[in-house]
């Protein structure tokens, strides 16, 4: 059986990363693996929230996965706080990862960076999220890329489990697309898109209006070549670009540089917006009518119910083999 478990925190408004890199392939996947997918509002306190702002980021999330094209009826969708088993494994497998391996994180370090103070969560949010994904039992994880280093460590924290109290765990396998795995900045194609950039045009949220993405990509840096070529080497700025549009697309590099080959970057940075608009429009209007509904509720609460039995079992077997008493 092919097992899925993945997320995206409510930590921040949703942008086309989050989308490029795990939410299309949400909606990919479920056709073919049984899906376990949740909102790590755990992991989203490991750094200070406003409780209001929370709160309303939860519901958007789980509303975009609806809105983006998730089906309840295939995956079971639910918020990690609603089952209480994360935290409990999240503390078991807090005491096999060592001081060492956590503090080399590289997110940690992103994280931490500059902050006077940093929580005692920011630092164990590997183990977390280790316990998200083996309490399901996932064979595979669909994670952008700078969820790579994460996902060996859940495999280290497996494997360790495992060859010190007996088979208990999957060892999962990250699934990370080559096409949409690391959407940049636009505003430089260094550094991840991230909301968490002051400058707002270097992002683009599921939220933003269609005249705002018009503007967010007209105003993307490019260089002074004028060739649409996909090269990340050489042309970061435009190989950024046309991953985007081939996520947005669905068409292959090869398509878009071939149909741009002699058009400029006027043309396919307008042809990128309507990708862009004509994707995420229909989205913004299921998400509309979603958001507030009792059917939202009914899918959480449902979701909760399943995730909880699923996730019992294998707790279970976690605490039996570690030598707790079980009746
Ligand atoms: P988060 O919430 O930061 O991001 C959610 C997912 O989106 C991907 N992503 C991107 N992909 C491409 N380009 C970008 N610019 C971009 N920005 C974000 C991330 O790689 C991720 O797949 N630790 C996780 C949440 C988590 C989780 C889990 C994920 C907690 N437990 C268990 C999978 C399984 C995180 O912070 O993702």
């Known amino acids: 059986m092919k097992r ?5 925190k409510p930590s921040g ?17 479920q056709e073919e693996y049984e899906c376990f997918l949740f909102i790590p509002d755990l992991h989203a306190v490991t750094v200070p929230q406003d409780p209001k702002e929370l709160l309303r980021r939860s519901m958007d999330i789980a509303a975009y996965y609806i809105a983006a094209g998730v089906d309840p009826d295939k995956a079971v969708i639910f918020f990690q706080s ?3 088993a994360h935290a409990e494994l999240g503390w078991m497998m807090e005491t096999q990862s060592h001081f060492g391996e956590l503090g080399r994180m590289t997110q940690f370090k992103e994280k931490s960076e500059g902050r006077d103070s940093v929580s005692a969560a920011l630092f164990t949010y590997p183990s977390l ?16 890329d700078d969820q790579k280093q994460h996902l060996e460590l859940t495999r280290d924290l497996a494997v360790r489990f495992n060859s010190r109290f007996g ?32 400058n707002r045009n270097s992002y683009i949220l599921l939220q933003d209006s269609p005249d ?7 105003r993307a840096v490019t260089d002074s070549e004028m060739t649409v070529r996909y090269d990340w080497d050489r042309k970061p700025e435009v190989s950024n670009l046309i991953e985007i549009y081939a996520v947005f697309s669905g068409e292959s590099i090869e398509a878009i540089e071939r149909r741009y080959e002699r058009q400029g970057y006027g043309v396919f940075k307008k042809e990128l917006a309507e990708a862009v608009v004509g994707k995420l429009v229909p989205i913004q209007e299921r998400y509309k009518e979603i958001v507030d509904s009792e059917e939202l509720v009914r899918i959480l609460k449902n979701g909760a119910r399943k995730a909880a039995e699923a996730a019992e079992q294998t707790l279970v077997r976690a605490k039996r083999a570690m030598g707790f008493v079980t009746f």
Do not use: C, W
């Not at 899925?4 to 995206?8: E, K, M, P, Q, Y």
């Not at 408004?13 to 996947?29: C, H």
């Not at 705002?212 to 007209?218: C, G, N, S, V």
């Open 4 to 8: 899925v478990l993945s997320g995206i």
């Open 13 to 29: 408004e949703l942008n086309i990363g989050g989308y490029g890199g795990a939410l299309s392939q949400f909606v990919r996947m």
């Open 82 to 84: 609603h089952v209480p």
């Open 129 to 144: 999220m280790a316990a998200d994904i083996l309490l399901y039992q996932a064979t595979h994880v669909p994670v952008g």
């Open 167 to 198: 088979e208990t765990f999957t060892v999962p396998e990250p699934i990370i697309q080559g096409i949409g795995s690391r959407i940049m900045g636009l505003d430089d194609p260094s550094k991840k898109m991230s909301k968490s950039n002051p």
């Open 212 to 218: 705002d993405i018009r503007k967010k990509l007209a």
